[in-house]
């Protein structure tokens, strides 16, 4: 008992510190709080489904090494949103932060709902909307993703178009110049 009242006297003296330092991390935390809650919610859902994953289908127990694994990358993506967020902010690029954070968290979030459908799909091996879910997700909501931002990704069947535009021509003058 002597240990948690000293503990309870230390906080008690020391409450306005507190007050403080949890005023100063919110307000440093306020422009990306949309981005934590976001990310917190699909890591939790991208938890449960792992350890039911781990449970029913390959026969694992709890691992907290594991679980510990994913709060490590949880924290490793707030801390690339805070940076971000942070160095874009300080050269008055307010409104290219937000879209910066917003993007990083949508591909986060991406990454985790594929991986519950993945898991899903293990739990469910039967349920074809699982399947097509995961299909879509994995084919086509990457690309809407980039999409939206305005990136694209390039397939290979790009690079045989632009070597078909060109007819082969710059190859096939080279070839001739080697001989």
Known sequence: MIGIERILDFLKSHLDIFKIAWM??????????????????FFLLNFIVGFKNDEIV??????????????????????????????????????????????????????????VLRNSKEIFPWSKGLKFLYDIMTIEVLNMILDRFGLK????????????????????ENEQEDI
């Not at 934590?36 to 919610?41: E, N």
């Not at 679980?67 to 993506?77: C, D, N, S, T, V």
């Not at 160095?87 to 594929?114: G, H, N, Q, T």
Request: charged letters at 25%; a positive charge; proline letters at 1%.
């Open 24 to 41: 100063m991390i919110v307000s440093i935390l306020a422009p990306i709080r949309v981005a934590i809650i976001v990310l917190m919610f």
């Open 58 to 115: 390959h026969k694992q127990k709890f691992s907290i090494k594991k679980a510990f694994e994913g709060l490590k990358l949880l924290i490793l993506y707030y801390t690339i949103i805070f940076i971000v967020f942070t160095a874009l902010s300080l050269f008055d690029e307010y409104e290219l932060a937000k879209d910066a954070i917003k993007f990083i968290s949508w591909i986060v979030c991406y990454w985790y709902l594929v991986n």
């Open 153 to 172: 990704r390039t397939r290979k069947y790009e690079y045989d178009k632009i070597d078909d535009k060109n007819d082969n021509k710059e190859i096939a």
